[in-house]
């Protein structure tokens, strides 16, 4: 496609000093006779028709026509007129943002487009696809949606790329509640184990505790005598 339009637009930029300016009787009808205002309809009809491809918008959507012109102000040139036959809310949420992205390519393709491109207008035929036919009552202007132009903002800037949904992730709160329970469990049943140890040193302990030792003496002494009597 760059080649196509470097191609029509190589009789604007080969021989500057050749070129004739716009004639004030100048009309549409150049288009088929290639003279500079027709190469400049066919780069503006092939850059339009790009960019609705680019960004996937039907082309039977929009159409453009352009007009020439002569201004007291700004001299000859050309009216650039954007016709939309399809109404859908989503092109109209982006018109400003479509303009600026067409008047862009043609600045890039041809630098002198900000001598003769004067300005851009729309055209709305859309009769029997647009669902807003009357207009509202004052009251609708007056109230402010704020989430609805932070969406629109967001949708606006570069998107990431998208990522599959994520699995549903267990609350943190009770995995740390579980952990702790846990922790719990564990701490308890090392106290229960280290009672049922002490309990069992305890009556072993109990069970060969030494005898007194006056209660040694005495059992020493009646075995002594039983054995002299003996």
């Known amino acids: 496609m760059k080649k196509l339009i470097l191609k029509l637009f190589a009789q604007l930029t080969g021989n ?8 004030a009787n100048d009309n549409l009808a150049t ?8 190469v400049r309809c066919q780069l503006v009809q092939v850059l339009m ?3 609705l491809r680019k960004h996937g918008i039907p082309p039977q959507w929009m159409d453009c ?4 012109v002569s201004s007291r102000t700004k001299g000859p040139g050309m009216y650039l007129r954007l016709i939309v036959h399809h109404w859908d809310e989503r092109l109209m949420n982006y018109a400003s943002a479509f303009q600026k992205e067409l008047v862009s390519n043609i600045m890039q393709f041809e630098p002198q487009a900000a001598q003769w491109l004067h300005a851009v207008s729309w055209q709305l035929e859309v009769e029997g696809s647009c669902p807003y036919t009357t207009l509202p009552s004052k009251s609708f202007w007056l109230e402010v949606k704020p989430d ?7 949708e606006s800037s570069p998107e990431p790329e998208q990522q599959l949904p994520r699995q549903p992730v267990e609350p943190a709160t ?4 579980r952990l702790q329970l846990e922790r719990l469990f564990a701490v308890r049943d090392e106290e229960l184990s280290a009672q049922a140890h002490h309990d069992t040193d305890a009556q072993w302990h109990e069970k060969t505790q030494p005898m007194p030792l006056l209660e040694l003496a005495v059992n020493t002494e009646k075995k002594g005598k039983a054995l002299q009597f003996g």
């Open 31 to 38: 288009v088929s006779n290639g003279s500079e205002n027709g």
């Open 16 to 23: 500057k000093q050749n070129t004739v300016p716009l004639a």
């Open 148 to 154: 609805k132009v932070c969406a629109l903002q967001q």
């Open 49 to 51: 028709r790009d960019l």
């Open 65 to 68: 026509q352009l007009t020439v």
């Open 174 to 177: 009770e995995t740390v509640d």
